[in-house]
């Protein structure tokens, strides 16, 4: 896992908007797996800025997102799939069959994790996997403790991710208690994955996670054991990294 920085989110989102343009140019059936949070929206405004002015094919895509909250129907304004839409799907005119993302309000969820690990075997694993980190170093919402090995599963959240995460919400009691996830082991199987931190308030996480050996206490740590890892902080982020620790891009 190598750690890369940049002078700031924006120059961060530009040069990650144009890798992925490029790997979606060369390979036109991508799997691509995405996340939502604050992190990622400038990175999905770039994504669509680029390709406004230099437009690759995307109707060949495919995208699995990382989460959803139980409970919370496709068009809930606060669901992961209202986002996305909001936020990639609609500006990149992808059709309903391209996008996957677990559904909140399934019936059973533990069938809806299995057949969530299916579909992404079936199209033949992920070919690139974007991250954001939770402050207590969760990825997608695989909480502290979860072993490496877990595949898509419905999870309660902890406290510290309900709190982070209710600043989204008109009213904090309203988020969900549970969350259905892509596991650990998906996000290890895809082939290239991208972590993205941004901000002061995750510092203290990024230096944590440049000094942990593998660890299912920080989730994250686990890119550790993968071949093609890349984290990409900005200033603010990387504030608390020990000299030596990244290289600058930007
Ligand atoms: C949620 C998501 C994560 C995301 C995290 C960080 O917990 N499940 O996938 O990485 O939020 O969000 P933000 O980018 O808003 O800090």
Redesign the pocket.
């Known amino acids: 896992m190598k750690f890369y920085t940049f002078a700031t989110a924006q120059h961060l989102a530009q040069h990650l908007a144009q890798e992925l343009l490029t790997l979606i140019a060369r390979k036109p059936k991508a799997v691509l797996g995405l996340?939502?949070?604050?992190?990622?929206?400038p990175v999905y405004a770039e994504i669509l800025r680029q390709n406004l002015a230099n437009p690759v094919n995307v109707q060949q895509l495919s995208t699995f997102n990382?989460?959803e909250y139980l409970g919370l129907a496709p068009e809930h304004p606060h669901s992961?799939n209202y986002y996305m839409h909001q936020h990639l799907f609609h500006g990149l005119g992808l059709a309903k069959h391209q996008v996957h993302l677990p559904q909140g309000n399934c019936a059973d969820p533990d069938l809806e994790c299995a057949n969530y690990t299916a579909a992404i075997a079936a199209a033949g694993g992920l070919d690139f996997q974007l991250?954001?980190?939770?402050?207590n170093g969760?990825?997608?919402?695989n909480e502290p403790g979860t072993a490496f090995d877990t595949p898509t599963h419905c999870v309660e959240?902890t406290a510290q991710?309900r709190e982070?995460?209710s600043r989204?919400f008109d009213n904090p009691a309203e988020i969900p208690s549970h969350?259905l996830?892509m596991g650990m082991a998906e996000i290890m199987q895809a082939k290239e994955v991208v972590l993205?931190i941004?901000?002061a308030?995750?510092a203290d996480i990024a230096a944590a996670l440049a000094t942990s050996q593998p660890c299912p206490a920080l989730p994250a740590s686990a890119l550790k054991q993968h071949p093609n890892a890349r984290v990409y902080l900005d200033a603010a982020a990387a504030s608390q990294l020990q000299a030596g620790t990244a290289s600058a891009v930007a």
């Open positions: 996340a939502t949070g604050s992190t990622m929206e990382l989460d992961y991250l954001g980190i939770g402050g969760h990825i997608g919402f959240l991710t982070d995460n989204l969350a996830t993205v941004t901000g308030h995750k």
